[in-house]
T-cell receptor, first 113, second 118 residues
């Protein structure tokens, strides 16, 4: 079965640079979530989109923005990167009105030097 | 206050034994959902089981079952006949409020690191 696709899988950036993470949800899933998991930490919810509109907002820094496009893929844009942004970034998707389960992608591992 | 509490940072269990991972939650919502995810050392988050607050039966998925005690606000994961491949980090998570067409983010506990010994 098709899963959530995230790209890139690994990313190395310098401080103050920008990064863009991409997420392609499972086909027919219209809801996308972004999570950040620091080393040894639990995942923290950042932001979500339903039908291309922002739906819920968690602990997303102002330096980060995200959007969902007409084909339901989503991008997380991160600017002025800090060392503390080094983390595993997950995208998850589900189909509204379907099963409750959020299915996670493999994650993008971001390292800020 | 912690929304999700997992009191066992680490557990060692013998292969083939049953395992219970504890999870308690805190919410004032009537409608909520509880999830368990497995995270192996490779990093991916694997969905295991889901329990809705209105579900009267405990959820089961193969070797996984969820012991849901609503009055006590606990949602323990039970793994029957543990296997070496069950060694991983296990997270309990909660979705609060009415989901419907919305997209409520999950709140995770700190996790339990389970190690299965041969």
């Amino acid at each position: 079965a098709a899963g959530v696709i995230q790209s890139p899988r690994h990313l190395i950036k310098e401080k103050r640079e920008t990064a863009t993470l991409k997420c392609y949800p499972i086909p027919r899933h219209d809801t996308v979530y972004w999570y950040q998991q620091g080393p040894g930490q639990d995942p923290q919810f950042l932001i979500s989109f339903y039908e291309k509109m922002q739906s819920d907002k968690g602990s997303i820094p102002d330096r980060f923005s995200a959007q969902q496009f007409s084909d339901y893929h989503s991008e997380l844009n991160m600017s002025s990167l800090e060392l503390g942004d080094s983390a595993l970034y997950f995208c998850a998707s589900k189909r509204a009105g379907g099963r409750e389960t959020q299915y996670f992608g493999p994650g993008t591992r971001l390292l800020v030097l | 206050a912690q929304k999700i509490t997992q009191t066992q940072p680490g557990m060692f269990v013998q292969e083939k034994e049953a395992v219970t991972l504890d999870c308690t939650y805190d919410t004032s919502d009537q409608s909520y959902g509880l999830f368990w995810y497995k995270q192996p050392s490779s990093g991916e988050m694997i969905f295991l089981i889901y329990q809705g607050s209105y579900d009267e039966q405990n959820a089961t998925e193969g070797r996984y079952s969820l012991n849901f005690q609503k009055a006590r606000k606990s949602a323990n994961l039970v793994i029957s006949a543990s296997q070496l491949g069950d060694s991983a980090m296990y997270f309990c998570a909660m979705r609060e409020g009415y989901s419907g067409g919305g997209a409520d983010g999950l709140t995770f506990g700190k996790g339990t690191h389970l190690i299965i010994q041969p």
